[in-house]
């Protein structure tokens, strides 16, 4: 009977040891686990900042709060020269829009920050130019005329107009046209004459130039405050306003971009927002 035991167990034995039961059998592969929503999260890009924060981010920056964005331009422009008419001379435009236009005469400040400020803050505005004051630097208007800005015509060489003869006039206006087409592409539209001084001999020379309004202004921005042309001191809407390119100097201590933030508190301040000139003449 033992042996019959033993002969049974070593059989068994043998038999476990050819079917590899007794073998010790690797534990089966895990795939790993998907990431959960918060490791997820954590590894993902930082999305970029929308736009209205990035907007406010770049006002802030600059010590001003955002101006409401204008309202869509209007279909038919309220300021049209007639075909063959006299050109329309104009301090503001018609419109019930709370907007105001923003001029920047001359160009002899040429700060870089001041082009940084504009290309960040996107508040529209048209240059009135003299061409000797640009000419030793046309380049630094390049930047500003690829944001958009618009390039108006103020004379070669910023005399008193009322003094010089038609011809004169004439050589002032249409000589700055063609400087200016040549340099940026296209002729302006849009004069403003030294000082604000006209006479009929420049309304007519500006029209044989190919000038489609000639553009005083309402309000000036001087260093710290807005000089006024109405009683009440108030901006009205349409409004043509006023700056120049200046520097330190002229502003006694103060920058262009100093100059500029402060006009457009003024103009928030009163419950207005920048709108461009050429959406409207």
Known sequence: MKKQIAVWAALTAVTLLMTGCTAE???????????????AVATAPE???????????AYRKWGVE???APPAPPAVKPVKRAPGG?????????????????????????????TRMMDELGVPFTMFLTDSVISADYGYFDPLVAQ?????????????????SPEAQRRE?????????????????????????????????????????????????????????????????????????????ELKGRTMTEMTATLLRKIQEQGFTVARLEDYV
Request: hydrophobic residues 35%.
């Open 86 to 114: 006299p050109v329309p001379v104009i301090s503001d435009i018609p419109t019930t829009d709370k907007v105001v236009f923003l001029t920047i005469d001359d160009g002899a400040e040429k700060d870089p920050e001041f």
């Open 148 to 164: 958009g800005h618009g390039v108006a015509n103020h004379t070669l060489t910023h005399p008193n107009l009322r003094t010089l």
């Open 66 to 68: 955002p101006l409401p």
């Open 173 to 249: 206006i249409c000589g700055q046209q063609e400087k200016l087409r040549k340099r940026y592409g296209t002729a302006p539209r849009l004069f403003r004459p030294p000082y604000g001084n006209w006479n009929e001999a420049t309304r007519a020379a500006a029209g044989s130039c190919g000038i489609d309004a000639i553009v005083l202004w309402r309000e000036s921005m001087q260093i710290k405050n807005m000089q006024y042309q109405r009683g009440d001191r108030k901006l009205r809407p349409g409004d043509i306003v006023l700056a120049h390119f200046r520097g330190p100097a």
């Open 47 to 57: 999305p970029a900042p929308a736009p209205e924060a990035a907007r406010a981010a």
């Open 25 to 39: 059998t690797p534990p089966p592969a895990v795939a790993p686990a998907p990431a959960t929503p918060t490791e």
